[in-house]
């Protein structure tokens, strides 16, 4: 079974551009969550889909949107890249279920010059 | 913002020994869950416990539950190198719809 795959792995930016980060969960999974992981902030966490719909969103400006395919496939973007947005940016797979026990992603390391 | 608290921060053991972490919370929760993570990848599941238990194993974790304290302890006996991660406890308020919280984390170090 394959595990959740996050594309790009790593990438670099720089300040004001845009980036838009891939998530496949697990199959038949069909909630996808996004953390945000900084040395300073910890895990924190972004938003979470299901069945297409914006579930729950974190505390995050408006800069970081994400959307869900038909497919449970998700992607996030961050516009208008700040150098704070320096993180690892952590998918996460879950079946939806009362328990939401999540399987990560190796995550998307994205540097911001 | 956090709800989960770790404690210590870091912790460096020898091989065979056991480790021991904490982790508060602030405010009611559903379950419980404690992750690790390896440096700079994604987090592994370890153990759920639910908010009616008090205590669960899972190979060599033990982890303790106790809703009137807001606490838990996740204890990992006779330690191994490969043991060596951050260790981060994870509560979840219910329903499913409002995500996982995670606490900052206990870096733990097995010195061989």
């Known amino acids: 079974k394959a595990g959740v795959t996050q594309t790009p792995r790593y990438l670099i930016k720089t300040r004001g551009q845009q980036v838009t980060l891939s998530c496949s969960p697990i199959s038949g999974h069909r909630s996808v969550s996004w953390y945000q992981q900084t040395p300073g902030q910890g895990l924190q966490f972004l938003f979470e889909y299901f069945s297409e719909t914006q579930r729950n969103k974190g505390n995050f400006p408006g800069r970081f949107s994400g959307r869900q395919f038909s497919n449970s496939r998700s992607e996030m973007n961050v516009s208008t890249l700040e150098l704070g947005d320096s993180a690892l940016y952590l998918c996460?797979?879950?079946?939806?279920?009362?328990?939401?026990?999540?399987?990560f992603g190796a995550g998307s390391r994205l540097t911001v010059l | 913002s956090q709800q989960g608290e770790e404690d210590p921060q870091a912790l460096s053991i020898q091989e065979g020994e056991n480790a021991t972490m904490n982790c508060s919370y602030k405010?009611?929760?559903?379950?419980l869950q404690w992750y690790r993570q390896n440096s700079g990848r994604g987090l592994v599941h370890l153990i759920l416990i639910r908010s009616n238990e008090r205590e669960k194993h899972s190979g060599r974790l033990r982890v303790t539950l106790d809703t009137s304290k807001k606490s838990s302890s996740l204890l990992i006996t006779a330690s191994r190198a490969a043991d060596t991660a951050s260790y981060f406890c994870?509560?979840?308020?219910?329903?499913?719809?409002?995500?996982?919280?995670f606490g900052k984390g206990t870096h733990l170090i097995i010195q061989p």
């Open positions: 994870a509560t979840d308020a219910g329903g499913g719809a409002d995500g996982l919280t």
């Open positions: 405010t009611s929760i559903n379950n």
């Open positions: 996460a797979s879950s079946s939806g279920g009362w328990a939401n026990v999540l399987t």
